[in-house]
């Protein structure tokens, strides 16, 4: 894959991120990441492996989006080699409606690696900015 396909291919996983935030979607949100992956919340909270990552999903993501959702975008990639990226991440608190609330945004990096042709995400770290 060139480093265009790759980009277009990190924008579609942190897409259906979004996508399955938005539409309070365990499985889908889980099989996006690796086995062995590790995520870190936006309170610190560290998840090690799917299993656990799915477990913490499973309980927070249902009812999550009742007052507001998320938007997430790219904002830029680092290729730290062919199979592996370094994403970071434009996360916007959205209303019901559409609009973006004027609350603090979140920064995700998302480290991912290409795993037979699919991209992963192998760890996660969620910030809020203050």
Partial sequence: ?????????????????????????PEEFIGLFREDAIWTTAHGKRLTGRDEI???TR???????AE???????????????????VKV?????????????VAEGSPLYVLSR???TWRIAAGQNTVVL
């Fill in 1 to 25: 894959m060139t480093i265009t396909q790759d980009t277009t291919e990190i924008e579609k996983l942190v897409a259906t991120v979004q996508h399955a935030q938005q539409n309070e979607l």
């Fill in 54 to 56: 799915a477990s913490f």
């Fill in 59 to 65: 309980q927070v993501l249902p009812g999550a989006g």
């Fill in 68 to 86: 507001a959702l998320a938007s997430y975008e790219v904002a830029h990639v680092l290729f730290i080699r062919p199979d592996v990226a370094a």
């Fill in 90 to 102: 434009r996360q916007r608190r959205v209303a019901p409606d559409g609009s973006y609330l004027d």
């Fill in 115 to 117: 795993e037979d042709g």
